[in-house]
């Protein structure tokens, strides 16, 4: 049954009538967890609503969390409430053949990225040098990595926390010899171990950062290469022209020839905004 289905038929069971239009048209899961962002409005059945969703969905969820704070920066990590349930926060992920493990608590991860990070993988050719500036606990390196042959690629985060589950996920899927997990500030870290030049394509998926480090990111490329650009648009109805005019100063200042090849939408954040990826190409300026 459809989540969001499932949790109003739950919903109606528990919850006055007048309150049924606050119920979440979905939740999110990662491993064996749940997580319902019940609004303040249904406060008053957060437990019952949570502990007859766990009822339902066990033993394949353990526990049902919401989330308790705004995203902490530069992590992007939130605080969470247990409402039905046991055990810790963290737990292992299934993905694309891969598995990753994950602490909520302690660095990002998202499940709602699977088909973008599916996408991006499909891009990638064969021999390809990759640097993923945003890793995170290595999602996106890491199902590259299983899915290309003979690919190299440097992946940054400057969460200690995520840095250290990126390289137990690293081991776990046994992608050692394609993945290098660097930790630190993405441009410093692109200076420290002389990573200029080095890349066919980049990564950066962090839509609050990105664009504080596009100038490093074509730093970053060879002659010539794609970047994977990730923003939140603000003009849902022009995607295309919310990010050319928030790149094109960058990269016309870098002196570099580029293209869009494509923007899309991952998903709604707000009414007004939106998830997107922008795909350029990008031919660098080559210093002699
Ligand atoms: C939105 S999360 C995405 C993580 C990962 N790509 C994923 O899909 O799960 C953004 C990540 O960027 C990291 N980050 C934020 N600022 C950074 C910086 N200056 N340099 C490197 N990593 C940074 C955060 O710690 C976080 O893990």
């Given at each position: 049954?459809?989540?969001?289905?499932?949790?109003?038929?739950?919903?109606?069971?528990?919850?006055?009538?007048?309150?049924?239009?606050?119920?979440?048209?979905?939740?999110?899961?990662?491993?064996?967890?749940?997580?319902?962002?019940?609004?303040?409005?249904?406060?008053?059945?957060?437990?019952?609503?949570?502990?007859?969703?766990?009822?339902?969905?066990?033993?394949?969820?353990?526990?049902?969390?919401?989330?308790?704070?705004?995203?902490?920066?530069?992590?992007?990590?939130?605080?969470?409430?247990?409402?039905?349930?046991?055990?810790?926060l963290e737990t292992l992920h299934k993905?694309?053949?891969?598995?990753?493990?994950?602490?909520?608590?302690?660095?990002?991860?998202?499940?709602?990225?699977?088909?973008?990070?599916?996408?991006?993988?499909?891009?990638?050719?064969?021999?390809?040098?990759?640097?993923?500036?945003?890793?995170?606990?290595?999602?996106?390196?890491?199902?590259?990595?299983?899915?290309?042959?003979?690919?190299?690629?440097?992946?940054?985060?400057?969460?200690?926390?995520?840095?250290?589950?990126?390289?137990?996920?690293?081991?776990?899927?046994?992608?050692?010899?394609?993945?290098?997990?660097?930790?630190?500030?993405?441009?410093?870290?692109?200076?420290?171990?002389?990573?200029?030049?080095?890349?066919?394509?980049?990564?950066?998926?962090?839509p609050e950062h990105a664009i504080n480090?596009?100038?490093?990111?074509?730093?970053?490329?060879?002659?010539?290469?794609?970047?994977?650009?990730?923003?939140?648009?603000?003009?849902?109805?022009?995607?295309?022209?919310?990010?050319?005019?928030?790149?094109?100063?960058?990269?016309?200042?870098?002196?570099?020839?580029?293209?869009?090849?494509?923007?899309?939408?991952?998903?709604?954040?707000?009414?007004?905004?939106?998830?997107?990826?922008?795909?350029?190409?990008?031919?660098?300026?080559?210093?002699?």
């Amino acid at each position: 049954m459809a989540r969001g289905r499932l949790l109003r038929e739950l919903a109606r069971e528990l919850v006055p009538s007048d309150l049924l239009r606050f119920v979440p048209k979905g939740f999110e899961t990662i491993g064996d967890i749940a997580i319902l962002n019940l609004p303040r409005e249904l406060d008053e059945y957060k437990f019952e609503i949570a502990r007859a969703l766990l009822r339902r969905l066990s033993p394949h969820i353990r526990l049902v969390v919401r989330r308790a704070s705004p995203a902490r920066d530069p992590e992007r990590v939130h605080e969470y409430e247990v409402l039905a349930g046991s055990g810790g926060l963290e737990t292992l992920h299934k993905e694309s053949g891969c598995i990753f493990k994950v602490d909520i608590s302690r660095a990002f991860f998202s499940s709602r990225l699977q088909y973008e990070r599916a996408r991006i993988a499909g891009l990638v050719r064969p021999g390809e040098v990759v640097v993923n500036m945003f890793a995170g606990v290595g999602p996106f390196s890491i199902v590259i990595a299983k899915r290309v042959p003979d690919v190299k690629i440097y992946s940054i985060d400057v969460n200690p926390e995520a840095y250290k589950l990126m390289v137990e996920n690293v081991k776990l899927n046994r992608v050692e010899d394609k993945v290098v997990p660097l930790l630190g500030d993405a441009a410093e870290v692109v200076d420290l171990y002389n990573l200029k030049g080095v890349a066919d394509r980049v990564l950066m998926p962090s839509p609050e950062h990105a664009i504080n480090y596009l100038a490093k990111a074509v730093e970053s490329l060879k002659a010539r290469g794609f970047i994977h650009y990730y923003d939140v648009a603000r003009r849902v109805k022009d995607l295309r022209g919310y990010v050319l005019e928030r790149v094109s100063p960058i990269l016309d200042g870098a002196g570099a020839r580029w293209r869009v090849e494509g923007v899309r939408e991952i998903r709604s954040v707000a009414p007004s905004k939106s998830y997107v990826c922008a795909d350029l190409y990008v031919e660098r300026k080559v210093m002699d």
